[in-house]
């Protein structure tokens, strides 16, 4: 059963970096079949995608984040990892790391979500 | 503004039947599969369906899906107080290179 659980900093200040770090059991990151990805809610509000990472490394972003999203795998500690920079008070919300499976179709497996509030 | 467009809330009584419509464009639903994803209260999304009508295992046959030209749409029959919770259709969009999700919808069983 493949298991994906979302860790770092819960509270980060405003135009700080938020990074969380994903980590990955019951499935190596490095099989490479399927895409690792980051989504989030802001509270009481809908899913919004982020972005996922391909085993080759070839990365996709939300085109309204782009310009400020970095995701990256280390395939040593198996676990993947989401950067956001220049964050406000928005980006409040619960973040979700998921696996897609290898069509990128669909998520398959979801993280049980964390609560990242951005706040003075 | 999402770039699915679902209704925000649908409601029916116990063991009656509702549908959850995800209205797109030719730029993801018309070409690309779509997935849909159960939240309910205070946990994470769980996949429902993929692949437009597919269900994966442990999923009872009460939850189908279909697609007809720009949009999907969810089924859900002899609804339970535990089917309460918001739904969610999404899919890839060529135009943009990235995924969507429809804005959600919250099911309400009287």
């Known amino acids: 059963q493949v298991q994906l659980q979302e860790s770092g900093p819960r509270l980060v200040k405003p135009s700080q970096t938020l990074s969380l770090t994903c980590s990955v059991s019951g499935d190596s990151i490095s099989s490479g079949d399927y895409y690792w990805s980051w989504i989030r809610q802001p509270p009481g509000k809908g899913l919004e995608w982020i972005g996922y990472i391909y085993y080759s490394r070839s990365t996709y972003y939300n085109p309204s984040l782009k310009s400020r999203v970095d995701i990256t795998v280390d395939t040593s500690k198996n676990q993947f990892s989401l950067n956001l920079s220049s964050v406000n008070a928005a980006d409040t919300a619960v973040y979700y790391c998921?696996?897609?499976?290898?069509?990128?179709?669909?998520?398959?497996?979801w993280g049980q979500g964390t609560l990242v509030t951005v706040s003075s | 503004q999402s770039v699915l467009t679902q209704p925000p809330s649908v409601s029916a009584a116990p063991g009656q039947k509702v549908t959850i419509s995800c209205s797109g464009s030719s730029s993801n639903i018309v070409n690309n599969y779509v997935s849909w994803y159960q939240q309910l209260p205070g946990t994470a999304p769980t996949l429902l369906i993929y692949d437009n009508y597919k269900r994966p295992s442990g999923i009872p046959d009460r939850f189908s899906g279909s697609r007809s030209g720009t949009s999907a749409t969810l089924g859900i029959t002899g609804l339970q107080t535990g089917d309460e919770a918001d739904y969610y259709c999404?899919?890839?969009?060529?135009?943009?290179?990235?995924?969507?999700f429809g804005g959600g919808t919250t099911l309400t069983v009287l």
């Open positions: 999404g899919t890839w969009d060529s135009s943009l290179s990235a995924w969507v």
């Open positions: 998921a696996r897609y499976d290898s069509s990128g179709y669909h998520i398959d497996y």
